[in-house]
């Protein structure tokens, strides 16, 4: 059975300030969403709130995958129901060897009972695993050596999330503008790894500014952010269309939106203490 | 006898103390020179500088007893007596040494191993020119004083010019019954171009048996010779610690010396090494992991007394509860050791918002031509971190494991002993609760 993602009426605050106004979406396994909207227009909030960070406080509405409640979960046992964030910044683990980080991470994902102590996935299959994962992103296995993220480029650090994702094989995946800051062959490298892992097993929303993710990986529904809110959704061609006109069309056909989010993107500037990654 | 009543190191007590010692007059008298040092340092106020941050006032020296003779050992929990193929191995329990071994073929290339107050007896020619002569002073302060005096038991170790050990030494050192004192010594004399590894461990026998260390380690490296030596302080939370621990190498020599600091209620330990002469090196690393209401505080030196050495200090300390971690450091160069290379960092991780970290560089530098870097940092467990590891399944106490493995991980880089590192590892995972 095909699972869902259900979100409804969600608002999100990030130090008592509101950022999103109440947001539905509904994404089913196999199908691609494209999430798109101007910066500062709630994007990443609704990741990092899928995903559980606790510094986004969510004021009011749901989030279920099938019949469980998303929000009573902490981030660990919403990523043991099959939930996948890949960070646009993705922090460093000093100290932590890839291939022992994602060994843990897959070994709680694959047996969500799993508590600390308990045996870890036997390491023959693991390391044959990762190793032919990674050869299919094209990186050099001796990564699997190296700490997480640390001395990374940008590429490295997106094709980093790339191998969890394709390690985790998560029920839904969340992608965090993993097109920004890259150059177009990494683009491609991310975009062709993104396409041969997203099946019928997986559902993706995609955030991204730009377009290229998306020829890769054509959505079925394209949302568009603005102010808090999903005012608009469409096929693909919206994404197109977004992409080579702006956001003024959207801005026109939604004025109110179009005004909290110009009052959001002030108090921004006129208090800097809300952080950047709303 | 020394008994709970009567404060055990009086005049009289330590009188008594020397007539149930059958030792030779040289060894008598310098424990005499000693033990009148440390009746006058005990009217002198201890080094600000050194003890100012440690508080040892709930201390009490009539508590812990010299042990007439060792209780029958009943067997105390170690992380690595039994981890590997040993050239040797020596226990001590209450200061008593027993079960030494010493692998036969090193033995006959004159490598000596065992007891020390048996082999200052029977060596006197080649130990006693180093036997707190030239690396530990009697009358450093106090406590080195104190331990000068008192000293019973503890491991000695001397390998003879152009000897290698292969493998690596072990030398445990356990409190077993309540309320013993502790006044083991450890000499470690390698003369030139020899090389060898000695790992020491100090364990108590159960978690509830009060006790007292007042050690001391004298590392003697001489030129072209290579030491390791590893001390696990790993002690119950009852027993109180101190130390004077000094390392002296010579031209072209090196020293790797690698602390784990675990147990322990109080523990100061003043750590010096010193590159005496040209082309000498040491490195220090030290892991640290303090909980509940452990107290460790480090009072280290680097001494660069000859042009062309080089030091490089880096201690990591993790605190979690209430506990206190001191790092005082200090590099010290003199004024004919040019093209000195001096290194000293010390990295804490806090895992509460109740304990504290003090980490204090210091250089004093008297040459012209050298380079010296310090540092310190101290911080909490990222939040962000935390965020990333749980978002892919690490439990918050999994990905807190994962992050302070990681943190240590930068100093078992350092360390080319698998055992250490792997022991280093196991003991961190037992102190966060998991593991066996």
Redesign the interface.
């Given at each position: 059975m095909s699972s869902i993602l259900k979100v409804k009426d969600l608002h999100v605050s990030v130090e008592e300030t509101p950022i999103l106004r109440g947001v539905d979406l509904e994404i089913k396994q196999g199908e691609i969403h494209a999430l798109m909207g101007p910066n500062g227009s709630g994007k990443s909030t609704l990741a990092y709130a899928l995903a559980g960070h606790p510094k986004y406080e969510i004021t009011k509405g749901s989030i279920h995958i099938d019949d469980v409640d998303i929000l009573e979960l902490d981030p660990s046992g919403r990523a043991r129901q099959g939930l996948f964030l890949a960070f646009q910044y993705p922090v460093t683990i000093p100290g932590v060897k890839v291939a022992d980080f994602l060994r843990h991470a897959v070994s709680n994902i694959r047996n969500p009972e799993r508590k600390e102590g308990e045996g870890l996935i036997p390491m023959r299959e693991y390391r044959k695993e990762l190793r032919s994962r990674m050869e299919e992103l094209g990186m050099d296995p001796e990564f699997a050596r190296r700490y997480l993220n640390e001395g990374f480029s940008g590429g490295e650090k997106k094709r980093m999330e790339i191998l969890q994702l394709a390690m985790l094989q998560p029920r839904f995946a969340l992608l965090d503008e993993t097109d920004s800051g890259l150059d177009s062959d990494a683009v491609r490298v991310v975009s062709e790894g993104l396409n041969r892992l997203a099946g019928s097993e997986m559902g993706v929303l995609i955030i991204t500014h730009h377009e290229r993710l998306l020829e890769f990986n054509k959505p079925h529904f394209t949302h568009v952010m603005l102010g808090g809110r999903i005012v608009e959704t469409g096929d693909a061609a919206l994404a197109h269309e977004l992409h080579a006109n702006g956001y003024a069309s959207v801005r026109e056909r939604h004025p109110q939106a179009a005004q909290e989010q110009q009052q959001a993107d002030q108090s921004k500037v006129e208090n800097q203490e809300v952080p950047s990654g709303a | 006898m020394v008994t709970a009543t009567s404060d055990s190191y009086t005049r009289e007590a330590f009188e008594t103390f020397l007539a149930g010692r059958d030792e030779p007059d040289w060894m008598t008298d310098q424990r005499r020179q000693a033990f009148e040092a440390y009746r006058g340092l005990l009217e002198t106020p201890l080094d600000l500088e050194e003890y100012k941050r440690v508080d040892a006032r709930t201390f009490r020296p009539s508590r812990y007893h010299l042990q007439e003779k060792s209780a029958d050992e009943t067997g105390v929990d170690t992380l690595m007596q039994h981890r590997a193929e040993y050239a040797g191995q020596v226990t001590h329990v209450d200061g008593h040494t027993k079960n030494v071994s010493l692998d036969l073929e090193m033995a006959e290339k004159g490598v000596l191993f065992g007891d020390l107050a048996t082999m200052l007896r029977d060596h006197e020619d080649k130990l006693r020119p180093y036997f707190m002569t030239r690396a530990v002073l009697p009358d450093a302060d106090r406590f080195s004083a104190w331990h000068a005096a008192f000293w019973t038991g503890g491991a000695v170790l001397y390998v003879p010019r152009n000897v290698a050990l292969d493998r690596p030494l072990h030398s445990l050192i356990a409190l077993q019954t309540d309320g013993a004192a502790d006044f083991s010594h450890t000499l470690v004399i390698l003369e030139d171009g020899a090389e060898a590894t000695l790992l020491e461990e100090t364990a108590s026998a159960n978690n509830d048996a009060t006790g007292m260390h007042v050690g001391a380690v004298e590392l003697l490296v001489g030129r072209n010779a290579r030491l390791r030596y590893v001390q696990l302080q790993n002690w119950n939370h009852k027993v109180y610690h101190f130390a004077h621990q000094c390392g002296r190498v010579g031209g072209n020599g090196s020293l790797q010396w690698t602390v784990g600091g675990l147990g322990s209620r109080l523990a100061h330990i003043h750590q010096d090494v010193m590159l005496d002469e040209r082309g000498a090196e040491a490195q220090v690393n030290g892991v640290t992991f303090t909980i509940e209401r452990q107290v460790l505080s480090y009072y280290t030196k680097q001494a660069h007394n000859a042009e062309d050495t080089t030091s490089d200090l880096l201690y990591k300390e993790v605190l979690r509860d209430d506990s206190r971690c001191i790092w005082r450091g200090m590099i010290r160069v003199e004024p004919e050791a040019q093209k000195t290379d001096g290194y000293q960092r010390s990295d804490a991780l806090m895992l509460s918002s109740t304990c504290r970290a003090d980490s204090i560089p210091g250089l004093e530098i008297e040459a012209d031509d050298v380079r010296c870097t310090h540092g310190a940092t101290g911080g909490r467990v990222?939040?962000?971190?935390l965020?990333?590891?749980?978002?892919?399944?690490?439990?918050?106490?999994?990905?807190m494991?994962?992050?302070v493995?990681?943190?240590?991980?930068?100093v078992f880089?350092r360390i080319p002993t698998e055992l250490v590192r792997e022991t280093l590892s196991q003991a961190v995972e037992r102190k966060l609760g998991?593991?066996d």
């Open positions: - | 990222d939040e962000e971190q965020f990333y590891c749980m978002c892919r399944g690490l439990s918050r106490f999994e990905a494991h994962v992050i493995e990681g943190f240590f991980q930068q880089d998991i593991g």
